[in-house]
């Protein structure tokens, strides 16, 4: 069993709606890491959280430390949203991160 | 300020071929990581650095070798590549503010084919 489990694998959406991807951990953590891989390749720190919730525009990030589960959302999506969204958690004190297999996201107009 | 900078973006190796790739960073960042990214697979990471001078390995470092000589440089190097590692190769760096670490940069990555 991965230690980072992301659902759904794939979703689905048409513009407009609100999205949720889910992390699941199982693992003592000290951070939370939510990351865009673009269609083209490229990927891009969204969010780094240990608690609560962040909000960054139509993004929102949030954890709960005691049920190991992280949600990102998505306000009012688009299709320059599509993409792949991953979850990464560091353990303790360590320097690795642990990547989850990522949601691939389309969001049709 | 570039960021990240990986080459090369494509290559392709015959088996036993050897290859470096070069990862670049001018922030200043104390960590810098390779991993590799498959179909179907998360990204897994082969070597990582915590400083000028140090390397670790990761979880898949057979058939890999790292050198931080410079503290913005992070080399990956292939000595004889086998189609196994034929993959996509990401280059990371962050700093490390106490227990949370900063964010991942990561460079555009390097396609890389072994026939």
């Known amino acids: 069993k991965n230690e980072v489990e992301q659902s759904p694998q794939n979703l689905t959406a048409q513009e407009g709606e609100f999205i949720t991807i889910n992390c699941s951990y199982s693992v003592g953590i000290s951070a939370l890491h939510w990351l865009q891989q673009h269609p083209g390749g490229g990927i891009v720190s969204l969010f780094m959280l240990s608690s609560g919730k962040k909000k960054h525009g139509r993004l929102i990030a949030t954890i709960n430390i005691q049920e190991k589960h992280s949600s990102l959302h998505i306000t009012a999506s688009h299709p320059r949203d599509s993409a792949v969204y991953i979850c990464a958690v560091r353990q303790g004190g360590s320097e690795k991160l642990v990547f989850g297999k990522g949601t691939k996201l389309t969001v049709n107009p | 300020n570039a960021g990240v900078t990986q080459t090369p973006k494509f290559r392709v190796l015959k088996t036993g071929q050897s290859m470096t790739l070069l990862c670049a960073q001018d922030?200043?960042?104390?960590?810098m990581y390779w991993y590799r990214q498959d179909p179907g697979m998360g990204l897994r990471l082969i070597h990582y650095?915590?400083?000028?001078?140090?390397?670790a390995k990761g979880e898949v470092p057979d058939g890999y070798n790292v050198s931080r000589l410079k503290k913005q440089n992070f080399l990956l190097g292939l000595e004889s590549a086998a189609p196994s590692q034929t993959s996509v190769y990401f280059c990371a760096s962050t700093y490390n503010p106490g227990r949370a670490l900063g964010p991942l940069h990561f460079g555009n990555g390097t396609r890389l084919t072994v026939t």
């Open positions: 650095s915590v400083g000028e001078g140090t390397t």
């Open positions: 922030m200043n960042h104390e960590y």
